[in-house]
T-cell receptor, first 114, second 112 residues
C-alpha cells in the first residue's frame, strides 16, 4: 500500500506566523511519530502517538509546538509564532505497533522561517 | 536517558573498499537497534534491525551489523562499497515506550 505521506513538502513562512504540517500514516499503523531534522543536528524526537493512549510529548522543544492525531490516523503538527530556529525538515513516521516496531518515514516537510 | 553516538561524521571511501561505521548506545536494559539510510534526495528507509536472537544481522544491499551487548555497540559493515552507497547513515535505538533515539548520522561518500 501507500507509504507515509506529508504535506506540504516545502513551507516558507515569516517569523511570528503559525504553521500546520500534516502527516498521513500507513493505513492500519497504530503508532505515529514526529521528528525534526536540523542541519548538523541529526534527528530529534518531538512527539509520539500510540493508539488511544496519551501522547508522549517529551520531545517538544517549547509550548509553541503541539500536535494532534484525529481518529487514530492523520496527524497535524502545529508551530505557533514561528522562530528562525524552527527552520528544519519535519519528519513523520508510523509503525504497525509500538516503539519496538520498524518505523516507516515520510518524505518530510522542509520548513523555512524567514 | 538513552543516547546514541556515531563516531564517524564524514567518511570518504573508494569503490570496493570495506566499510565499518561505529555506533554506541547508552542504556542498560533491553534495546531494539536500527540502522536507517537516507540516499540523496530520498527519505529515510530501514537498512536493518536487531530485536533479539542472532547478534549478526543482515540487511539490504549487502549490509550487516553486529550487536555486541558487552560493548553497547551496533556497528554497520559492508565488505565492498559501491558508488550507489553514497548516503547518510543513522543508527537508532528504541527502548520500552520511548520513540527512536537517533545518532547524529554519518555521511558516507564513495568515490568511483
Amino acid at each position: 500500500g501507500a507509504g507515509v505521506s506529508q504535506s506540504p513538502s516545502n513551507k516558507v513562512t515569516e517569523k511570528g506566523k503559525d504553521v500546520e504540517l500534516r502527516c498521513d500514516p500507513i493505513s492500519g499503523h497504530t503508532a505515529l511519530y514526529w521528528y525534526r531534522q536540523s542541519l548538523g543536528q541529526g534527528l530529534e524526537f518531538l512527539i509520539y502517538f500510540q493508539g488511544n493512549s496519551a501522547p508522549d510529548k517529551s520531545g517538544l522543544p517549547s509550548d509553541r509546538f503541539s500536535a494532534e492525531r484525529t481518529g487514530g490516523s492523520v496527524s497535524t503538527l502545529t508551530i505557533q509564532r514561528t522562530q528562525q530556529e524552527d527552520s528544519a525538515v519535519y519528519l513523520c513516521a508510523s509503525s504497525l505497533e509500538g516503539t519496538g516496531d520498524t518505523q516507516y518515514f515520510g518524505p518530510g516537510t522542509r520548513l523555512t522561517v524567514l | 536517558a538513552q543516547s546514541v553516538s556515531q563516531h564517524n561524521h564524514h567518511v570518504i571511501l573508494s569503490e570496493a573498499a570495506s566499510l565499518e561505521l561505529g555506533c554506541n548506545y547508552s542504556y542498560g536494559g533491553t534495546v531494539n537497534l536500527f540502522w536507517y539510510v537516507q540516499y540523496p534526495g530520498q527519505h529515510l528507509q530501514l537498512l536493518l534491525k536487531y530485536f533479539s536472537g542472532d547478534p549478526l544481522v543482515k540487511g539490504i544491499k549487502g549490509f550487516e551489523a553486529e550487536f555486541i551487548k558487552s560493548k553497547f555497540s551496533f556497528n554497520l559493515r559492508k565488505p565492498s562499497v559501491q558508488w550507489s552507497d553514497t548516503a547518510e547513515y543513522f543508527c537508532a535505538v528504541s527502548t520500552g515506550r520511548r520513540a527512536l533515539t537517533f545518532g547524529s548520522g554519518t555521511r558516507l561518500q564513495v568515490q568511483p
